[in-house]
């Protein structure tokens, strides 16, 4: 195969794991036992590898090796998450409804927060209409699946939209029965319609470390922004998500 086959090997390696040769969650041969098995140096085998944990098929672990990735992605739904027959009328908030979707069991400590009163820097402060510099709320959750990090989100409100509200309180899980949408509903603040856009770039140091995410993964970026029926803002929500987590579901009606 030559010092230059690395892309052939990683195409080999790549097709037994998608047929099921090397199971999720199994241990790849030896570097040095790929490289004989295959004749090649270890250097392509090397690079092969790392080719299949960009792709996010693979991830090295300490003391074990190269192991397969455990699970499938996650569905991530899309307008369906907000359903208000979840958070209205039950006690499904939307990370628990991508659970659900995806045969997955769940638990309210599996999202924790941090909740702080900052200024509002310029993106959050044009959103709302406010002056940079201006207090808003802060909520960022760190939300886990079995243990490992799925995503992070981070919101944003006016104080006086969440002022001694569940919004506000720093005990982990969602926001009381039925999350902050429904604390909002409480208000008088009714979600009614909301815009979501993303994109996807690489992780800074810190989600890399945040999210646990193995070399190479690219990470996508939330951006929400959530209204009234008479289109008042109430949240202006961040999150940045673990690119091979996740697969991203969206059922709609086609407009006329």
């Given at each position: 195969?030559?010092?230059?086959?690395?892309?052939?090997?990683?195409g080999?390696?790549?097709?037994?794991?998608?047929?099921?040769?090397?199971?999720?969650?199994?241990?790849?041969?030896?570097?040095?036992?790929l490289?004989?098995?295959?004749?090649?140096?270890?250097?392509?085998?090397r690079?092969?590898?790392?080719l299949?944990?960009?792709?996010?098929?693979?991830?090295?672990i300490?003391r074990?090796?190269?192991?397969?990735?455990?699970?499938?992605?996650m569905?991530?739904?899309g307008?369906?998450?907000?359903?208000?027959q979840?958070?209205k009328?039950?006690?499904?908030?939307?990370?628990?409804?991508?659970?659900?979707?995806?045969?997955?069991?769940w638990?309210?400590?599996?999202?924790?927060?941090?909740?702080?009163?900052?200024?509002a820097?310029?993106?959050?402060?044009e959103?709302?209409?406010?002056?940079?510099?201006?207090?808003v709320?802060?909520?960022?959750?760190?939300?886990?699946?079995?243990?490992q990090?799925?995503?992070?989100?981070?919101s944003?409100?006016?104080?006086?939209?969440?002022?001694?509200?569940?919004?506000?309180?720093?005990?982990?899980?969602?926001?009381?029965?039925?999350?902050?949408f429904?604390v909002?509903?409480?208000q008088?603040?009714?979600?009614?319609?909301?815009?979501?856009?993303?994109?996807?770039?690489?992780?800074?140091?810190?989600?890399?470390?945040?999210?646990?995410?193995?070399?190479?993964?690219p990470?996508?970026i939330?951006?929400r922004?959530?209204?009234?029926?008479?289109?008042?803002?109430?949240?202006?929500?961040r999150?940045?998500?673990?690119a091979s987590?996740?697969?991203?579901?969206?059922?709609?009606?086609?407009?006329?």
């Amino acid at each position: 195969m030559g010092t230059t086959g690395y892309r052939e090997l990683a195409g080999i390696l790549r097709e037994a794991i998608q047929q099921g040769q090397y199971t999720p969650g199994a241990t790849l041969p030896k570097q040095e036992e790929l490289a004989s098995q295959y004749d090649v140096n270890v250097k392509t085998v090397r690079t092969a590898v790392a080719l299949l944990e960009a792709e996010g098929l693979v991830t090295p672990i300490r003391r074990r090796g190269t192991v397969v990735r455990q699970r499938p992605p996650m569905r991530r739904l899309g307008v369906d998450r907000y359903s208000k027959q979840k958070w209205k009328f039950g006690d499904v908030v939307a990370f628990a409804a991508d659970r659900e979707a995806s045969g997955r069991a769940w638990k309210p400590t599996d999202q924790t927060q941090t909740v702080a009163q900052v200024e509002a820097d310029p993106e959050i402060a044009e959103a709302f209409g406010v002056e940079p510099g201006s207090p808003v709320y802060e909520r960022a959750r760190l939300v886990t699946d079995d243990g490992q990090p799925t995503h992070t989100l981070t919101s944003y409100y006016l104080p006086e939209h969440v002022e001694n509200t569940p919004l506000v309180d720093p005990t982990p899980g969602p926001a009381g029965r039925g999350g902050g949408f429904a604390v909002l509903t409480l208000q008088g603040l009714e979600p009614d319609h909301m815009t979501e856009s993303f994109h996807s770039r690489m992780p800074t140091p810190d989600e890399i470390a945040q999210l646990d995410l193995p070399a190479g993964e690219p990470v996508m970026i939330l951006q929400r922004r959530t209204y009234t029926a008479d289109g008042t803002l109430v949240e202006v929500a961040r999150g940045v998500h673990a690119a091979s987590r996740f697969s991203w579901t969206y059922s709609f009606d086609i407009p006329d």
